[in-house]
């Protein structure tokens, strides 16, 4: 069984920074694509970032230049650093696994998923 924890979400002003953590099995780390989604209130749940075996990382246009995945092999974690926060960042962010063919914009190529942290910006 794939476990995957979230950590760090929280309440911050608008051009405030978070960083939110994902632990993961040692397996999965070593062999899966990590990616993050939010879902907003009322909103489908969308692609924000994702880092895959190689290291390359992929990011949404909303995010590119404020948002930062980055894996922590010795923890077997993958953050996301986020400056410049806006109120539209606000959602719940999902951290997810994935293994095989897949994109890694689309949340179909991610087989595990962990429970959600909230992530609030005020304006």
């Known amino acids: 069984q794939v476990q995957l924890v979230e950590s760090g979400g929280g309440l911050v002003q608008a051009g405030g920074s978070l960083r939110l953590s994902c632990a993961a099995s040692?397996?999965?780390?070593?062999?899966?694509?990590m990616g993050w989604f939010r879902q907003a209130p009322g909103k489908e749940r969308e692609f924000v970032t994702a880092?895959?075996?190689?290291?390359?990382?992929y990011y949404a246009e909303s995010v590119k230049g404020r948002f930062t995945i980055s894996k922590d092999n010795a923890n077997h974690t993958v953050n996301l650093q986020m400056n410049n926060l806006k109120p539209e960042d606000t959602a719940v962010y999902y951290c997810?696994?994935?293994?095989?063919?897949?994109?890694?914009?689309?949340?179909?190529?991610?087989?595990?998923w962990g429970q959600g942290t909230q992530v609030t910006v005020s304006s």
């Open positions: 880092i895959i075996v190689s290291g390359t990382t």
């Open positions: 997810a696994a994935g293994e095989g063919m897949g994109v890694v914009t689309t949340d179909v190529a991610y087989n595990y």
């Open positions: 040692r397996r999965t780390f070593s062999v899966f694509r």
